[in-house]
Every structure is written in structure tokens, then in C-alpha cells.
């Protein structure tokens, strides 16, 4: 059982523009996490977002968050070649981590 | 540095032959976990501690086995390895099960 659904699958801009993806969920959660993964390396936490909090940024990141649709939106401005990678949203109903299938981004110099 | 370790990095082996993954944090976490990671399925959680002797299931425990008896190992056990567990294994370690997670480098197992 699957808590996070990325959207879209794979998502293909020029460098300088903006890349939008979207997690949702389906029960109630303590934290939303973002991370990215470099093409099959480890996962480099991004930024998390408490349940009781709507928006939040980091650097180029924004994270917001809705409980009552059960979603989530990380933009990334100013793309570069660099954040090429997949994308994971992960939530904690619990104690236990559930994380989507991601989103792959390509970013063309 | 502060870093999580996984031990082997690549590992080929057969059906039915023991073996353990080490994992290893030097950040003084309490919670540590074990991903696997397969094409099209992102990541599922194999197994989680909370503290030291203290483990729970996660969403695919079956076939693997854990112990925590020292805050900073987490090793993952296939008692009987199948085909079925060829995967991309991910240890990960965090101060609290509500705080960001950080990665080991993976352990990619092929089982014959």
C-alpha cells in the first residue's frame, strides 16, 4: 500500500524555467518530505513540512501543502542541468515511511 | 563527517545462501530504517528501529530480518535469499522518526 503518488512521471524542461511536481497521499500525516536521488545513488533530504504548516522555502524550493486534499507541490525555480534527478515525496502517518514512485526531471542545459 | 554506511556496496549471490547487509550511522540517531527500491515501485520500507532493541515491520518485511543492539547498526539479514530480493537496498538513519533521513550509498543485490 502506497501512502504517496508522484505527479507527473517524468517531467522535461529547459534550464532557467520553472518545474512544478505534486505528491498526494491518502491518510493523515505528521510530516511531508521532499528528496532528490541521483540516477540510482542515495537520497539527499530536500526540505520537510510539518502537517500544521501550509508553506514553506528553501533556497530555489518551495514546498506547500494541503491536509484537506491530501497533496503536496514542490516547485523549483531557475532550474539548472544540476537538479536533473528524480524526485520522492515521503510521509509518516506513523512511525513508518511511506515514499511515491517519484518524479523524473530532466533539465536541458 | 557525518555519514551512513552500507556494507557491500555490490553483492551477487544464490538462492538460499545467508547473508547480511551492514549499515552503520556515526550521527548519534535514534531512528534508522531499510528501504528497498525496485523500477516502478519507488521505495518500500522493510523494516524500522525506533531506539536501540526496539525494530518494527514496515510495508515488505517478509524475508528479512534485523537486530539494533547498538544505536549506531542496523544490519539487514536474508536468511534465505530468493530471486525475488534482487533489489536496490537503501539503509537510512535519522535523530527522530519526524526529522529528515539521511541515506546510506546503497547496496545493490543480485540474487541468482
Known amino acids: 500500500s502506497q501512502q504517496g503518488e508522484e505527479d507527473p512521471q517524468a517531467l522535461s524542461i529547459q534550464e532557467g524555467e520553472n518545474a512544478t511536481m505534486n505528491c498526494s497521499y491518502k491518510?493523515?500525516?505528521?510530516?511531508l518530505q521532499w528528496y532528490r536521488q541521483n540516477s540510482g545513488r542515495g537520497l539527499v533530504h530536500l526540505i520537510l513540512i510539518r502537517s500544521n504548516e501550509r508553506e514553506k522555502h528553501s533556497g530555489r524550493l518551495r514546498v506547500t501543502l494541503d491536509t484537506s486534499k491530501k497533496s503536496s507541490s514542490l516547485l523549483i525555480t531557475a532550474s539548472r542541468a544540476a537538479d536533473t534527478a528524480s524526485y520522492f515525496c515521503?510521509?509518516?502517518?506513523?512511525?513508518?515511511?511511506?515514499f511515491g514512485t517519484g518524479t523524473s526531471l530532466t533539465v536541458i542545459p | 563527517e557525518a555519514q551512513v554506511t552500507q556494507n557491500p556496496r555490490y553483492l551477487i549471490t544464490v538462492t538460499g545462501k545467508k547473508l547480511t547487509v551492514t549499515c552503520s550511522q556515526n550521527m548519534n540517531h535514534e531512528y534508522m530504517s531499510w528501504y528497498r527500491q525496485d523500477p516502478g515501485l519507488g521505495l518500500r520500507q522493510i523494516y524500522y528501529s525506533m531506539n536501540v532493541e526496539v525494530t518494527d515491520k514496515g510495508d515488505v518485511p517478509e524475508g528479512y530480518k534485523v537486530s539494533r543492539k547498538e544505536k549506531r547498526n542496523f544490519p539487514l539479514i536474508l536468511e534465505s535469499p530468493s530471486p525475488n530480493q534482487t533489489s536496490l537496498y537503501f539503509c537510512?538513519?535519522?535523530?527522530?522518526?519526524?526529522?529528515?533521513?539521511?541515506f546510506g550509498p546503497g547496496t545493490r543485490l543480485t540474487v541468482l
Open positions: 491518510t493523515s500525516i505528521n510530516n
Open positions: 537510512a538513519s535519522a535523530r527522530t522518526g519526524a526529522n529528515e533521513q539521511f
Open positions: 515521503a510521509t509518516d502517518p506513523g512511525n513508518q515511511f511511506y
